[in-house]
C-alpha cells in the first residue's frame, strides 16, 4: 500500500509540484522533490535547504 501511495503522490507532484504541500514527510525524498521541481520551479522554496542546489542543478540541467 506504501509503494501504490508513493506512485500516486509521485504523479502528482509530476502533474503539479504544489500537490508536494500533500504528500506525507516520510515520503519526500530526492526523486519527490525533483519530479515537483521539474514541474514547477517555484516549489524550490518546500524542498528542505540542504538539497535546494542539488536539485535546482538536476531541474534546470533538464531544461537545457
Known amino acids: 500500500k506504501e509503494l501504490r501511495d508513493r506512485?500516486?503522490?509521485?504523479?502528482?507532484?509530476?502533474n503539479n509540484g504544489y500537490a508536494l504541500e500533500l504528500v506525507p514527510k516520510e515520503l519526500r525524498d530526492r526523486e519527490m522533490y525533483l519530479a515537483?521541481?521539474?514541474?514547477?520551479?517555484?516549489?524550490?522554496?518546500?524542498?528542505?535547504?540542504?538539497?535546494?542546489?542539488?536539485?535546482?542543478?538536476?531541474?534546470?540541467?533538464?531544461?537545457k
Open 36 to 63: 515537483a521541481v521539474r514541474s514547477n520551479e517555484d516549489v524550490l522554496e518546500l524542498v528542505p535547504e540542504e538539497l535546494r542546489d542539488e536539485i535546482r542543478r538536476e531541474a534546470s540541467t533538464d531544461r
Open 7 to 14: 506512485e500516486m503522490y509521485l504523479a502528482a507532484v509530476s
